[in-house]
């Protein structure tokens, strides 16, 4: 399950001109955040990532356990 939240790029899925649905899972038992930051494919890394890279900095800044 976590890497197929780490490779399975949202954008493929569930894209609106206005809002986007990104799962982003915080593992308890292992105290890590997992989201999208593996693109699967060398096709996947032009597939939104000028949109994923401010993204990931901001997953990272807010969501980050201290």
Do not use: C
């Not at 890394?45 to 990272?60: A, C, D, Y």
Request: charged share 20%; no cysteine.
């Amino acid at each position: 399950m976590a890497v197929e939240i780490q490779t399975t790029n949202p954008f493929g899925h569930r894209v609106d001109l206005l809002w986007y649905e990104i799962p982003v899972v915080y593992e308890l038992g292992q105290q890590r955040l997992l989201y999208y930051d593996k693109a699967s494919s060398f096709w996947e890394n032009f597939r939104g990532e000028i949109v994923w890279k401010p993204l990931r900095t901001v997953i990272q800044q807010v969501l980050e356990p201290q």
